[in-house]
Every structure is written in C-alpha cells, then in structure tokens.
C-alpha cells in the first residue's frame, strides 16, 4: 500500500524567505512521486513530478524537489518565496501500473506569504 | 484549447435528492477520475475509470454512481444514499502510464441543503 505524510496543515514565510514544504511517502517499491498545487476554489495545478532518472526535479514558478530513498522524502523547495505563491500545495504518490494505477494524495499543505 | 470542463461550477441540491455533476475532457486521455475534496482531508478518490465502458471504486464510492461511455466523458451522479455530500467535487483525466500526471478540472461546489 501506499501513502504520503505531509507534516502541518499550515505554513507561513516571510515574501523573499526560503519555502521548505515536507512530504514523506511509504511505498514497497519504487515511486512515481508529484506535487501539485491549489488557488482557492480552483482544480489542481502540477508542479513538478518524479519518474525515474536524475533525483532533484525543477518544476514551473521557481520551484524543485529533491527524491531522496533513504529519507523516502520528497519536499518542495524555492530559494525565495512571492505573494503569488500563496495556495494549498498537494504531494501525492503512484506505484501501481494497470487497472490498479491511481494517485494517493497527501493532506495538503497551506502556503502563506507575509509581505 | 485542451483542457477538462466541469460544470457547473456551484451546485445546490436538497436534502434527498439524486445530482449528477459533468465532466468532460478534450485531451484524448483513456483514463478519467473523480475526487472529493473536504477541508483538511486533501483529495480523496470516489471512482476512476481507465477505459470506456470499464470502471473502478475508489477509496470512498458509497452512495455515489459513474458511467462511462464515451471517452471524453464521465458524469458521477451523487445519490441520496450519500450520507455527506456536501464537498468540493474534482474530475480528473490522464495518459495512462505510472508516470504520468493527472490533469484536473476547475471544480464543481456541491452544497446540499
């Protein structure tokens, strides 16, 4: 089975601070990991997403992420936060192929950006 | 432009009354899902379907239905069986494949009164 633990439901940084948004997954075999994001009242947005291949993934908006095994860790990164980054942001995880395959979703993480 | 359409996009229904919400894509993608979103629980999936005239449950399918019979199309209809139903209602499409991504719709408000 799988399933993704985003720790806090709440984050909120200074405009131009660091953004660090935690996601740990549990899986018996190898991921296919994404994050999305979420504007108020709108449908999701993909952020960036891990397949295989090279473990720090850059996404849009300044984003990227960093697949790290050992940890079973995937968080969301950007050097410097904007007003526009403001939202709920989603880690989710696949590992099934087939008539099994389907997206398992974290909580959610809500972004705020102090100006 | 491709993309996914829900509509509409706020809906309100009495207590005990069947409601079915639209979902239609243009992207040419075999496999179609439906999330609820409830505050602080993220998405969860009621049902997905990765071929015409095929679908699955999903981790919370109780008291809602699907069909699926064409491709860019799949409508779920929220019975009165459904105890909650109240929530944010997402449709989604994708390639089928493990890596790739979903693609949402904009989101339909249900609110039962």
């Known amino acids: 089975a799988q399933s993704v633990t985003q720790l806090g439901s709440h984050v909120s940084v200074s405009e131009g601070a660091l953004v660090l948004l935690r996601c740990n997954y549990s899986?018996?075999?190898?991921?296919?990991l994404f994050w999305y994001v979420q504007y108020p009242n709108q449908g999701l947005q993909l952020l960036l997403k891990?397949?295989?291949?090279?473990?720090l993934v850059k996404g849009i908006n300044g984003f990227e992420a960093e697949f790290k095994k050992s940890e079973t860790s995937f968080h969301l990164t950007k050097p410097s936060a904007h007003m526009s980054d403001a939202a709920e942001y989603f880690c989710?995880?696949?590992?099934?192929?087939?008539?099994?395959?389907?997206?398992?979703f974290g909580k959610g993480i809500t972004l705020s950006v102090r100006p | 432009d491709g993309g996914i359409t829900q509509s509409p996009k706020y809906l309100f229904r009495k207590e005990g009354q069947n409601v079915t919400l639209s979902c239609e894509q243009n992207?040419?993608?075999?496999?179609m899902y439906w999330y609820r979103q409830d505050p602080g629980q993220g998405l969860r999936l009621i049902y997905y379907?990765?071929?015409?005239?095929?679908?699955q449950k999903g981790d919370i399918a109780e008291g809602y239905s699907v069909s699926r019979e064409k491709k860019e199309s799949f409508p779920l209809t929220v019975t009165s069986a459904q105890k909650n139903p109240t929530a944010f209602y997402l449709c989604?499409?994708?390639?089928?494949?493990?890596?790739?991504?979903?693609?949402f719709g904009p989101g339909t408000r249900l609110t039962v009164l």
């Open positions: 989604a499409s994708s390639i089928r494949g493990l890596a790739n991504e979903q693609f």
């Open positions: 899986s018996s075999v190898p991921p296919y």
């Open positions: 891990y397949t295989t291949g090279a473990t």
């Open positions: 989710a995880v696949k590992t099934e192929a087939g008539a099994n395959s389907k997206l398992t």
């Open positions: 992207l040419n993608h075999d496999a």
């Open positions: 379907s990765q071929i015409v005239n095929d679908f």
